[in-house]
């Protein structure tokens, strides 16, 4: 057999060869090494952003509010109420900055897939490495998060702790879709455009209020956004309100994480392998 | 002869209905250094993606070190080196750190690329910048530390897309002695280049290209041999003139090329055409005698000048 036939049986036998090298850990190595060495402080605001939410609006609104019925009937005080909601928020926002605008950034000006892309890396490598850095910054922010939360009290149930892996898969979904959609985008003014989108879902998915507020037409957009599926899960862990329907938000997620990764490995091969 | 590590035939690029390159044939052997020449827009670095295994043919075929870049793209890619026309070192890295990182994306070993990065910051004069953030090189530095990245698998092939392109003339040439002492050590090169001299320099054997297709193939000398004489007189009679004096002297030397700013004579002797000029009553503001280049090889296939 000479070198040749092996190589190209090593490749026929990786149906994924030409999009997977199976090392998207040296694109999330390179990402640790830049944050270490230039944007560690973005990072850090990153995550006291959501704990003055949950200060001024849980604990200032809150003494006003007091206590609030959730979808499931229980009474939780509004602190409690807000928090998880905020908790998906960071995971939705650390996981959308790395991967809308850090990933526009490297696309467009800093041409740095396109270096990466002529080593013996595939666009599935990258995609999975920058979109992994995204969810190793939410888990991040989410523990930081929880460990306040647990401190104000707010954690009404020891299912709280599988609020971790939930705020992972939520992070994951929007990082991959985020990605996606960022690979489409070719200029600023359409960048402006997923802050403009983000805004509202933030503002009006549950996340200050329960559902129940809207009437129903309103309520069937909602819940077709994916942060209130995010809020909803989180929710009912940290509160304790534990049913197979959560299973459905879980599900929500799972499909965006397919979705995105696709389309983001597609595109990528289209834009740098054509 | 030894089996070609590049082997280009028929191949087609095609954007719609454009062909950037358009039925190319070439071959590069191991250790050679080959050169793509041509003006920009030829279709030079859509053979060099192509080359490069980051861009797929329309047609035709292509084998690098004996693999399908359509179906290999990945295994061909961890024995190339590339140095692009744009810098594109990652500037959230300091110097060093592109290096080992560049080096990681292959799958390297820690300890390998950490050996072959310092020996790659020695090779690119680099040392005492090691520390350095990228934005802080100059262009040359830029580029050196561009090359030393490319050299970091070890590969069997460097690409190199207009390696000097933008750079002041004492950097080019530091880049130059760079790259001679790979091509010295049998490292294979292909480059892409609009400089005729650099060509000349570092090509063993180049193609001419213009509009996706090869005009003429070749070692430098031979080329210069067979499309263009030995020497070439340069005049010039002012813009206005040219044109009228270039039907007065018709006729004198091998050949007259008419361009906007002066006159081309391709002559054997340039000095004795200079003398047939003068003696036949013109007086030209400038005259020059110099030995033909691969300019004159370009335009003499194309009709135009390689740098518009």
């Known amino acids: 057999m000479t070198d040749t036939d092996r190589r190209t049986d090593a490749a026929t036998s990786r149906p994924l060869g030409a999009l997977y090298a199976g090392n998207a850990r040296s694109v999330m190595l390179r990402g640790w090494q830049a944050t270490r060495s230039t944007n560690w402080l973005v990072v850090v605001s990153g995550f006291f952003e959501p704990i003055f939410y949950l200060l001024s609006m849980g604990l200032g609104l809150g003494a006003l509010v007091g206590t609030i019925t959730t979808e499931s009937g229980q009474e939780v005080p509004y602190a409690a109420f807000i928090a998880p909601a905020l908790l998906a928020v960071a995971a939705m926002n650390g996981a959308i900055y790395d991967s809308t605008w850090n990933v526009f950034f490297k696309m467009q000006f800093a041409k740095l897939y396109e270096g990466m892309l002529s080593t013996s890396l595939g666009p599935l490598d990258v995609a999975l490495g920058e979109i992994s850095l995204a969810l190793l910054r939410g888990a991040l922010y989410a523990t930081g998060f929880l460990v306040v939360m647990q401190a104000l009290g707010l954690n009404l149930s020891w299912w709280a702790l599988l609020a971790l892996p939930a705020v992972l898969l939520i992070a994951f979904g929007f990082a991959s879709v985020g990605m996606a959609v960022t690979s489409f985008m070719k200029t600023f003014q359409q960048m402006d455009w997923i802050t403009f989108l983000l805004l509202p879902m933030f503002l009006f998915s549950a996340t200050f209020y329960p559902l129940s507020v809207y009437p129903q037409p309103i309520q069937y957009v909602i819940q077709a956004l994916p942060l209130w599926h995010g809020v909803e899960l989180v929710r009912g862990l940290t509160t304790g309100q534990v049913e197979p329907a959560l299973l459905w938000h879980v599900l929500y997620y799972l499909v965006m994480i397919l979705l995105g990764l696709i389309v983001t490995t597609r595109r990528l091969r289209t834009l740098f392998l054509d | ?308």
């Not at chain 2, 980051?54 to 061909?76: Q, Y």
Request: hydrophobic content about 40%.
């Open chain 2, 1 to 308: 002869m030894p089996e070609p590590v590049i082997v280009a035939q028929n191949l087609v690029k095609k954007y719609k209905d454009f062909a950037a390159v358009d039925g190319v044939c070439f071959e590069v052997a191991p250790g050679e250094s080959f050169g793509l020449l041509g003006p920009n827009g030829a279709g030079k670095s859509t053979t060099m993606r192509m080359v490069g295994a980051v861009s797929t043919r329309t047609s035709g075929d292509l084998r690098i070190l004996g693999l399908d870049p359509n179906r290999h793209g990945p295994e061909i890619r961890s024995r190339l080196g590339v140095v692009p026309q744009a810098d594109n070192l990652d500037t959230e890295l300091r110097v060093r750190e592109n290096l080992l990182v560049y080096g990681r994306y292959f799958g390297l070993p820690r300890a390998q690329v950490a050996r072959r990065a310092d020996e790659l910051l020695a090779f690119a004069q680099l040392e005492d910048k090691a520390k350095a953030k990228v934005d802080m090189l100059s262009g040359g530095m830029k580029r050196r530390l561009t090359i030393a990245r490319a050299l970091i698998n070890d590969p069997s092939i460097l690409l190199l897309d207009e390696p000097t392109t933008g750079l002041d003339p004492q950097a080019r040439h530091i880049l130059w002695d760079r790259l001679f002492r790979l091509k010295e050590q049998g490292t294979t090169l292909l480059l892409t280049t609009h400089y005729m001299d650099e060509a000349e320099q570092l090509c063993d054997r180049l193609v001419v290209i213009d509009k996706g297709v090869i005009m003429a193939e070749g070692a430098p000398a031979q080329l210069i041999r067979t499309y263009s004489s030995r020497e070439v007189l340069e005049v010039r009679f002012g813009s206005d003139l040219n044109a009228d004096v270039a039907a007065q002297i018709a006729g004198m030397g091998d050949r007259i090329e008419v361009l906007p700013d002066r006159i081309l004579i391709y002559s054997e002797n340039g000095e004795s055409e200079l003398v047939r000029i003068v003696e036949a009553g013109l007086t030209p503001i400038t005259s020059l005698v110099r030995r033909s280049s691969l300019e004159d090889v370009f335009l003499r296939l194309t009709g135009r000048t390689l740098i518009e």
